[in-house]
């Protein structure tokens, strides 16, 4: 089973400045999907980015980039010129290629709180 | 377009009553999943619903279930209520397994 984990539970920036948020995982197999969701206080999870692990570029939209180390199973996020907007529940989550769904597997989360 | 609509929003029940929880996908979308979020557990799968039929099963006891109808809204049911059911209820749809999942807001069951 596939498990991932997010060690910061709760992460501080300043508006304007840049955060990095940490995910790791775990998975045997080698198709596979990476997610970074974010939850506001409305509870509506909200797709922020996503990476195919075959692809060895690491996908970008807009402020927010990821760092997909594919050999150290790692999947952070980078969030540049943070605005108060931004602050929320950030989760990672995992989908196997193999499976014909979207059954998904989430980290436990990190809170991210941006200072004006 | 309207999104992902989950009713109600908000529900408490007894220990050992049942519930239904409905979810009204996107409009096209045929895929639906629904998914447990509590502050210990975390964010967990429950089920996932394509075309009326169940696609994927999470690691749940048989007191959750859940169906699909033919337009694509899906209901999930919890019986014999525990005060460990307690949580918000996501549910998400998508049109396909390579389109991305939108999720409703969620309704947060309280069982007493």
Redesign the interface.
Known sequence: AQTVTQSQPEMSVQEAETVTLSCTYDTSESDYYLFWYKQPPSRQMILVIRQEAYKQQNATENRFSVNFQKAAKSFSLKISDSQLGDAAMYFCAYRSALNAGNMLTFGGGTRLMVKP | KAGVTQTPRYLIKTRGQQVTLSCSPISGHR?V?W?QQTPGQ????LF?Y?SETQ??K?NFPGRFSGRQFSNSRSEMNVSTLELGDSA?Y?C?S?LG?DS??H????TRLTVT
């Open positions: 895929s999943s998914y975390g964010l967990q799968f996932e394509f696609r994927n999470g918000l996501l998400a998508s397994v991305p999942l999720f409703g807001n969620g």
